[in-house]
C-alpha cells in the first residue's frame, strides 16, 4: 500500500484532506460544553440531508448497528413484517428481523432488478386486518449496484399503519430520498459512505408515530436503546462514549456538502455512475443492474466467461494501485464492483478504467487499449458542459 491510491470501495470511501485534517484534532470530554456545541450542530446539519424535521439518533457503530436498532426498538418478537430485499444487505435485514423474532414475509427482487412498489401494495392490500407491522427496505444496494424507486414504494405504503423501515447506508446523499415528504417512518445512514468520512458512526431518523411505537417496545435491547439515546441527545450527549473523532470529521463533511448543495451531490453521482458504465459497456463487459435502477454509489460488472473476480481486483490492487471490490452474495464469483460515492475526483474514474483495460488485456482478452476510456471520457466532456 502507497500513501496514494485510486480508491474506489463502495464504503469506506475517500476522505478528504480538511475532514481528515478536523478529525485529527485533540480530544475533548463528550459531556463537556465543546462537544455538546459540535453534536448540536451535527445533528441539525443532517437534518438537511435526511430531508427531515424528525429527531436524528447518533449511534457509535457501523451501519449494521443502525439496522440492528431499527429492528430492536420497532419491532417485537412475533410482529409480521415485510423485508423487500434487492441483494445482501436485503438479505440482512432480513436475518437480523429474525434474529431478534420477528414473523418475516421476504420478497425478493431478481438481482440486478429494484422492487417492484406494485408488490408491496399488493402484500399490503391483502392485510385487511392490518397485521403487518413494518414494511423494511433499501434506498441502495451495494452487491448488486441497484437502488430502489424510494418515492413509489413509499406511495405503496400509503393507507396502511406498518412503519416504513429504509436501509439508506449507501443510498443517503447519492440518491434522492425525503423523509418527511415520503413519509419515512425509521431511516438509517453512516458515516463511511457518501458523507465522505470515517466509519464510526451511524445516524437514524425517527418519525413520531415510530417513537410512538418504540414506546410500546418489549424487544431486548441495551446499546442501541434509542429512547436512552434520545434522552442524552437533548443534553448534547449520548449514552456512551462517541466515536468523537469521527464526529470532528462528520461535522466537517457536512459543512463542505451544505456549501455544495444536496441536489448537485446526487447529480454529480449520476454524472459518475454514467462515466462508469459508458467505460464499463464499450469494454464489452455487462453491468448487473439494469438501466433504469442502477446505483449512482456503485456500478457492479459481471466477470468475462472464465475469469474470476481476484484476476481483475488484484493486480488492480498490486499493480496499478487501483483499489476496487469483489463481488458479494450470489454472483460473489462472477462480478466485481466500482464504488463512485463520496469524495471522488472525475479523473479517478478515469485512470482506474485505463488500469482495467491493461489487466484486462493482460488476461487475453481482446480488447482495444483506450476504448472504455474514451467512451468515459466523452461522457465526461459532455456531461460537464
Not at 462480478?335 to 489487466?359: K, P, Q
Request: hydrophobic share 45%; net charge neutral; aromatic share 8%.
Amino acid at each position: 500500500m502507497t500513501e496514494t491510491q485510486y480508491f474506489l470501495l463502495p464504503g469506506p470511501t475517500q476522505v478528504p484532506p480538511s475532514v481528515l485534517r478536523a478529525g485529527s484534532a485533540p480530544m475533548v470530554n463528550h459531556r463537556g460544553p465543546e462537544f455538546k456545541v459540535i453534536f448540536q450542530n451535527m445533528i441539525e446539519s443532517l437534518k438537511q440531508i435526511f430531508r427531515t424535521k424528525n429527531e436524528i439518533i447518533t449511534l457509535t457503530c457501523s451501519g449494521t448497528g443502525g439496522m440492528e436498532a431499527s429492528i430492536v426498538n420497532f419491532i417485537n418478537p412475533g410482529d409480521k413484517v415485510i423485508v423487500a430485499s434487492i441483494g445482501n444487505f436485503g438479505r440482512r435485514y432480513r436475518d437480523l428481523a429474525q434474529t431478534f423474532g420477528a414473523e418475516v414475509d421476504f420478497i425478493e427482487a431478481p438481482w440486478g432488478s429494484a422492487i417492484d412498489p406494485e408488490e408491496i401494495k399488493k402484500r399490503l392490500d391483502a392485510d385487511s386486518r392490518k397485521e403487518i407491522k413494518a414494511i423494511i427496505f433499501q434506498h441502495n444496494e451495494t452487491s448488486t449496484g441497484v437502488y430502489n424507486p424510494l418515492e413509489a414504494i413509499a406511495a405503496a405504503c400509503d393507507g396502511h399503519p406498518a412503519l416504513r423501515i429504509v436501509d439508506s447506508v449507501s443510498g443517503m446523499a447519492s440518491a434522492p430520498l425525503a423523509t418527511d415528504e415520503w413519509g419515512l417512518d425509521v431511516v438509517v445512514a453512516a458515516s463511511q459512505k457518501a458523507f465522505m468520512s470515517p466509519p464510526g458512526l451511524a445516524f437514524i431518523a425517527v418519525s413520531e408515530q415510530a417513537w410512538q411505537v418504540q414506546a410500546k417496545n418489549t424487544n431486548r435491547k441495551f446499546y442501541f436503546d434509542l429512547d436512552n439515546a434520545r434522552k442524552f441527545a437533548l443534553l448534547g450527549q449520548t449514552p456512551f462514549t462517541p466515536a468523537i473523532a469521527t464526529a470532528y470529521a462528520v461535522a466537517q463533511a457536512l459543512k463542505i456538502m451544505l456549501e455544495k448543495g444536496l441536489d448537485n451531490i446526487i447529480a454529480d453521482h449520476f454524472r459518475r455512475r454514467d462515466i462508469v458504465r459508458q467505460g464499463i459497456e464499450a469494454l464489452g463487459l455487462r453491468c448487473v443492474a439494469d438501466p433504469g435502477c442502477a446505483s449512482p454509489a456503485v456500478t457492479a460488472i459481471y466477470t468475462p466467461k472464465g475469469i474470476a473476480p481476484p484476476q481483475i481486483v488484484k493486480p488492480l490492487r498490486e499493480k496499478y494501485n487501483a483499489v476496487v471490490a469483489g463481488g458479494m452474495g450470489d454472483i460473489k464469483d462472477e462480478s466485481f464492483r466500482i464504488g463512485h460515492l463520496g469524495y471522488i475526483n472525475d479523473l479517478d474514474l478515469i485512470a482506474v478504467l485505463a488500469a482495467l483495460e491493461m489487466v484486462l488485456l493482460e488476461l487475453g482478452l481482446d480488447i482495444t487499449l483506450g476504448s472504455g476510456v474514451a467512451a468515459a471520457q466523452k461522457h465526461l466532456m459532455k456531461s460537464s458542459k
